[in-house]
Antibody, heavy 120, light 113 residues
């Protein structure tokens, strides 16, 4: 069974750096064709893809946020970590991680998400 | 970036009636080498993460009721719920996976009339 779970602070202050961790099980990020992505969703708004870490260590970022994002993996702990710098109240959102596979290209399954509020 | 535009933003449909959601991409999602459209439809119920309904534009995910169907090719796609049930109340999103950056539509909220 494949599961993913997001963790991180519920509240961050403006200008701070957000660090989120996706802990997964049921698959290996070393397996050919596998990736872990991050997607966010402001309250009541649409989904927005942020970043993707591929099995071959390649990384892709949202065009609009690439200067603020870093994605990396911690193989020893089956985790993918996303950092976002210079947080702003508009970054308040539920942040999801999800499994991605090259044989498809969609995200499935998703974690339950973690709500991050940016406020002073 | 490929822009995904969904319409309508919301719709209210009577139980048992048809619901139709449209998704338009700013460039073709049809990959000529395999004749597949790189588009997926998700369903998101309140308080839950999105769930895959349809991939390759028209292939129903295992376990998804057959009242859900996807159609279209190139830049214009449609998700149809043939006979709306109460449990179908949700927001529906399309997403292209033709090329990064991966992009989502703005979502369509489906409610009961």
């Amino acid at each position: 069974q494949i599961t993913l779970k997001e963790s991180g602070p519920a509240l961050v202050k403006p200008t701070q750096t957000l660090t989120l961790t996706c802990t997964f099980s049921g698959f290996s990020l070393s397996t050919n064709g596998v990736g872990v992505g991050w997607i966010r969703q402001p309250p009541g708004k649409a989904l927005e893809w942020l970043a993707l870490f591929y099995w071959n260590e390649d990384k892709r970022y949202s065009s609009s946020l690439k200067n603020r994002l870093t994605i990396r993996k911690d193989t020893s702990r089956n985790q993918v970590v996303l950092t976002m710098t210079n947080m702003d109240p508009v970054d308040t959102a539920s942040y999801y991680c999800a499994l991605w596979r090259t044989e498809g290209g969609w995200f499935d399954p998703w974690g339950q998400g973690t709500l991050v509020t940016v406020s002073s | 970036d490929i822009v995904m535009t969904q319409s309508p933003d919301s719709l209210a449909v009577s139980l048992g009636e048809r619901a139709t959601i449209n998704c338009k991409s700013s460039q073709s999602l049809l990959y000529s080498s395999n004749n597949k459209n790189y588009l997926v439809w998700y369903q998101q119920k309140p308080g839950q993460p999105p769930k895959v309904l349809i991939y390759w534009a028209s292939t129903r995910e295992s376990g998804v009721p057959d009242r859900f169907s996807g159609s279209g090719s190139g830049t214009d796609f449609t998700l149809t719920i043939s006979s709306l049930q109460a449990e179908d109340v949700a927001v529906y999103y399309c997403q292209q996976y033709y090329s990064p950056p991966l992009t989502f539509g703005g979502g369509t909220k489906v409610e009961i009339k």
